[in-house]
């Protein structure tokens, strides 16, 4: 098998080409005028499905439909008229007047109606379109083919070389690879990111096979591309997320109308297993880091515990009904465009408050479970984003506090004075360091630190708090980006 | 023959490779595996006097015909307990 032999695009020949299939009606009642074309001008025909039609004139077969695939013949007949071997005009499907004009002969077909549409080509086929794509598509494939052995299970081939969470991956074939690559405009040779610990280059071709792996439909692969160069970033550090022995992974925020569109979960159980774009984007960042970047758990990756949440951790906002904006918005992201946000998050903690009906009440009760985020008396050193549940943000709502109004109202009640913060304190040898014992109020989080996001399902005095990694120099700052497609 | 694409970054070689020799057996627990080909155990006896002679500890191992590899729990079982094995083949 020679996986570099070189596919060019065929050549059309001067004068009128047709490209035709027996199996189509409108090809089959044209044959008398592809008689009268041959002796007219300089006709060449080529049959997609029988090289014995037509019978008169003789045809030429397209059988492995190079002809029809490159150039992009999407309905028989076709007809094009080529002069220096490039395509001046085409036609499709049989009309007296395009053909007379297109020709330029008379009085064809005399027994015909004045026009009958044409049928689907082949080489448009949903059944014959992924090979094709493989067929004629394969150099531009550069990653080192594995061959599976006969007597060898693809899926365990793909456990046995470790490149699964632990959980069965899609076997990325030539054809679902060159199929996901469908779900960008990006080259497939593009390079994204450059990805921890082994900092090597990765390419788009690259994400798409780790995107197959993690059961990606091709129009989440943009998402996946982005997520990854975002996560990639000097600012997020990756590596750091690794190294690490807090139970910390990538958590990828989505909103935009893009999210509607692939069918992501910003309702009911969003942060939790069914959706198949919910679950699969985070898992394909996930699987590049692993297989590509080669960060691995008892190796680079040195977790004490993990989490459930390092499998994969995505999910979408519910933008389009939020009454507080979107997270991505505090970025510079405009409105209307697709955007995520990574951030370096644990798995959810909940936060449970059933009775609190105004929002002075609602803001100190979420003070006084944050507190408690990571460790009571640490400070400033974590930032956390708040996942609101519709019902807790309508209590917000109907008060008419906006995004600023209740951040600022939770943080009122979110600072202790350091002589309850310092290590040692009430007991307990853990805290901030003695310097800040006489201070008289100190936050617990740092300004933008306390980051607000909006999904749920429409029942349940409910939110979510995703705590996170260490920030500032040494830790990771969260990173968004528009999605590119 | 099908294929699939490598996710990696292709640094390291597609076969698996060998585990690197030890440059001593002193010390290293040496399995021992008799094939049941006749008198097999006399030969392996000797091998085991002479590798306990230089400071390895030997386990002694039997497959149940020389006519079919090993069952997958025996190679497990050796597998787990060796660092090192042997395997008689001669008649």
Request: net charge negative; with cysteine; charged share 20%.
């Amino acid at each position: 098998m020679t996986d570099t032999e070189e596919i060019t695009a065929p050549i059309l020949p001067d004068g009128i080409v047709v490209i035709v299939k027996r199996e189509c009606e409108t090809c089959q009642t044209v044959v008398p005028v592809l008689e009268q074309l041959a002796g007219g001008v300089e006709l060449h025909v080529y049959s997609q499905d029988d090289p014995e039609f037509p019978a008169s004139p003789a045809s030429i077969p397209d059988s492995d439909l190079a002809i029809s695939w490159f150039h992009d013949i999407e309905t028989v007949p076709t007809v094009i008229r080529v002069a220096d071997g490039v395509e001046v005009e085409r036609t499709v499907g049989w009309s007296r007047d395009a053909w007379e004009s297109i020709t330029r002969l008379d009085a064809l077909g005399p027994d015909l109606p004045a026009m009958r549409p044409g049928c689907g080509s082949m080489s448009v086929d949903p059944d014959l379109v992924d090979e094709l794509r493989v067929r004629f598509g394969r150099t531009s494939l550069a990653s080192r083919r594995i061959e599976v052995a006969a007597a060898e299970d693809e899926m365990e081939l793909m456990f046995n070389r470790g490149w699964t969470d632990g959980l069965p991956v899609v076997p990325p074939t030539e054809q679902r690879v060159m199929a996901m690559l469908e779900g960008t405009s990006r080259a497939s040779t593009e390079t994204v990111a450059v990805v921890p610990p082994d900092l090597a280059e990765v390419t788009v071709e690259k994400v798409a096979i780790a995107a197959v792996m993690a059961g990606c439909r091709p129009e989440y692969l943009p998402w996946v591309l982005t997520a990854v160069e975002a996560a990639c970033t000097e600012e997020f550090n990756m590596h750091g997320l690794l190294a690490t022995t807090m139970p910390v992974g990538p958590v990828i925020v989505c909103s935009g109308p893009g999210t509607r569109a692939i069918g992501m979960n910003s309702g009911g159980n969003a942060l939790g297993q069914g959706n198949r774009a919910n679950l699969t984007i985070g898992r394909a960042l996930q699987l590049v880091v692993r297989n590509f970047g080669g960060g691995v758990p008892g190796d680079i990756d040195r977790a004490t515990h993990g989490s459930p949440a390092k499998i994969s951790f995505c999910f979408a906002e519910a933008d389009d009904t939020s009454p507080y904006g979107r997270l991505a918005a505090e970025h510079g992201i405009e409105d209307g465009v697709d955007a995520i946000t990574v951030f370096a998050g644990e798995a959810p903690q909940g936060f449970v408050d059933q009775l609190s009906r105004t929002p002075e009440s609602l803001a100190t009760s979420l003070a006084m479970r944050l507190r408690a985020v990571q460790h009571p008396k640490l400070i400033m050193m974590f930032d956390t984003v708040l996942v609101m549940g519709p019902e807790h943000a309508r209590v917000f709502a109907d008060a008419g506090w906006g995004r600023e109004r209740i951040v600022e109202g939770i943080m009122a009640h979110l600072s202790q004075p350091g002589s309850e913060l310092v290590r040692g304190a009430n007991g307990v040898a853990e805290g901030v360091p003695e310097a800040w014992a006489d201070a008289e109020s100190l936050p617990k989080f740092r300004p933008c630190g306390l980051m607000l996001t909006y999904a749920g399902g429409g029942a349940g005095l409910f939110s979510q708090i995703v705590a996170g990694w260490v920030n500032g120099e040494k830790g990771s700052a969260p990173v968004t980006r528009a999605v590119s497609y | 023959m099908s294929s699939v694409l490598d996710p990696t970054s292709e640094r390291h070689i597609v076969e698996r490779e060998r585990l690197a020799r030890p440059s001593s057996l002193e010390g290293m627990t040496v399995g021992l595996l008799d094939i049941s080909k006749p008198r097999g155990d006399v030969f392996l006896n000797r091998i085991e006097e002479r590798l306990v002679g230089i400071g390895a500890e030997v386990k002694r191992y039997v497959k149940p015909t020389f006519a079919k590899p090993a069952p997958v729990d025996l190679r497990h079982k050796i597998a787990t307990e060796c660092q090192v094995v042997i395997e008689a083949l001669a008649d």
